[in-house]
């Protein structure tokens, strides 16, 4: 099979890597496959196995980079590192970071094959200029499927899965079609997120005309479908049955994610990913961090200012590696998230080390008192009975205001108002404001709960 892509004039001609020379990635897809038919996977093998494959597999990526593309051919001369010697994770770290501005100044700057089959951008709310990923035939459906996920994916294999997330210009809708369709075997409802032919009437009565069990969702798209439910007389608890809800896309906290399995009556785990990287981790029941996905990735945590390498435990700026991608790899990617690795076992059995987010460098609260994650402020806020599931944070001037609806009309709004500033009042160490108004405002893409200023 061939599929021709049109380039202006020029018709560029796309195979798959059965099609062309002996791919390089082939020895760590047989591996897997391997792994699979002894009935164990990644996450059950030990640290000394994983760090022996990440060898492995960062050599054959280094390789390939080195042959395919000046921008990392140029990296690998400057550490003056041989594809071999950079696979050393202590020599690996001489290597340059790569940033979102090398990505945003030349769009093609990592490719790496350039028979790509579809491309990616981000959705731009970090802000400047697009990035744009794209990925081949080989990297959709041999190399991004070769490892999976068993237990952290919830015993999903084998069901009807409602794919809530956006089937546009984002990564995230098509990227779980695959993950569930080819890797889990999945019989997928691609519901979308309120697009034209996707409006949150339609997606209920697709999803339960085909008695969906598990729903992959951004929070507070999730939020909406249970409130439109609602409106329509539909009971989540009694019309649905629902095994588990795949959360990612968009930041939750804690207290978010209990309501929103309360609503629905089902657990729900959070999933970690970009459009840069893929997927990057998979909480599990215990709720006590992300196990990173290592099969797919290679993960460091480094010092924001200095770029030294940390250890684990210490938090820092997270740096990713894709392992498995010959399109446009990305190769000791700063992502600009906070976090720190922990290496204790989990409760849950699986073995693969745990990642700890602390926010985004950008994205911190400037109060007058000191910095603070959404995150952390949301969680604080949702600890309220009488708040609502929307809210909006407004900052100016140092100042916090918490505009918030009610969760029950049947309550005091003067008295709810003097809860909600008390109570992070004592959090942020400053007065803050509260407003209750009857409905917050919605955004059409991703949630947008903080409002700044200026």
Same mark, same amino acid.
């Given at each position: ?108 700057? %990592?490719? #790496? ?129 629902? #095994? ?35 997927? %990057? ?138 809860? %909600? ?30 409002? #700044?200023?200026?």
């Amino acid at each position: 099979m061939a599929i021709a892509l049109k380039r202006g004039t020029q018709v560029k001609i796309i195979t798959p890597a059965s099609e062309t020379n002996e791919d390089r990635f082939e020895p760590h897809i047989r591996w897997f496959q391997d792994l699979n038919g002894r009935g164990l996977s990644i996450e059950n093998l030990s640290r000394s196995e994983v760090e022996a494959y990440h060898r492995r597999v960062l050599w054959s990526l280094l390789q390939h980079a080195s042959e395919t593309n000046p921008f990392y051919e140029q990296r690998l001369k400057e550490a003056g590192l041989t594809p071999e010697e950079a696979s050393d994770p202590e020599f690996f770290a001489r290597l340059s970071f790569l940033t979102k501005e090398d990505l945003r100044g030349n769009p093609q700057a %990592i490719v #790496c094959n350039p028979n790509l089959a579809h491309i990616h951008t981000s959705t731009g709310t970090t802000g400047g200029k697009p990035i744009y990923i794209g990925h081949t035939l080989n990297d959709l459906y041999r190399l991004d499927v070769a490892p999976n996920y068993p237990s952290l994916m919830q015993d999903t294999k084998g069901t009807v899965v409602g794919n809530a997330l956006p089937y546009e210009m984002s990564s995230s809708g098509l990227s779980f079609h695959r993950v569930f369709q080819v890797m889990q075997e999945c019989t997928v409802l691609p519901l979308g997120k309120g697009g034209a032919y996707s409006q949150p009437d339609k997606a209920l009565e697709c999803m339960l005309a085909w008695n969906i069990k598990t729903l992959v969702i951004a929070p507070s798209y999730a939020v909406t479908l249970a409130e439109k439910a609602h409106e329509l007389g539909i009971d989540l608890h009694r019309d649905f049955k629902l #095994c588990h809800l795949f959360l990612t896309g968009e930041g939750a906290s804690p207290a978010l994610r209990e309501r929103i399995e309360r609503l629905w009556n089902c657990p729900a785990t959070t999933l970690y990913g970009s459009l840069e990287v893929g997927l %990057i981790g998979i909480e599990c029941l215990q709720h006590e961090g992300f196990h990173l996905t290592e099969g797919h990735v290679y993960a460091e945590i480094v010092h924001p200012a200095t770029g030294v390498l940390l250890k684990p435990g210490a938090t820092g700026e997270i740096v990713l590696t894709s392992l498995l991608r010959d399109g446009m790899p990305v190769i000791r990617y700063k992502t600009g998230d906070l976090g720190y690795i922990e290496e204790d076992p989990c409760q849950c059995g699986c073995k693969l080390r745990r990642l700890h987010l602390r926010g985004r460098l950008g994205d911190q609260i400037k109060l007058r008192s000191g910095p603070f994650s959404p995150l952390y402020l949301e969680q604080h806020l949702l600890q309220l009975a009488g708040v609502g599931n929307w809210y909006r944070l407004i900052i100016e001037n140092g100042e916090l205001l918490v505009e918030a609806e009610m969760a029950s009309p049947d309550l005091n709004p003067q008295l709810l108002t003097a809860e %909600i500033e008390a109570h992070l009042g004592s959090i942020v160490g400053q007065k803050c404001s509260a407003r209750i108004v009857d409905r917050v405002e919605r955004d059409a893409g991703k949630a947008r709960r903080v409002h #700044c200023i200026y």
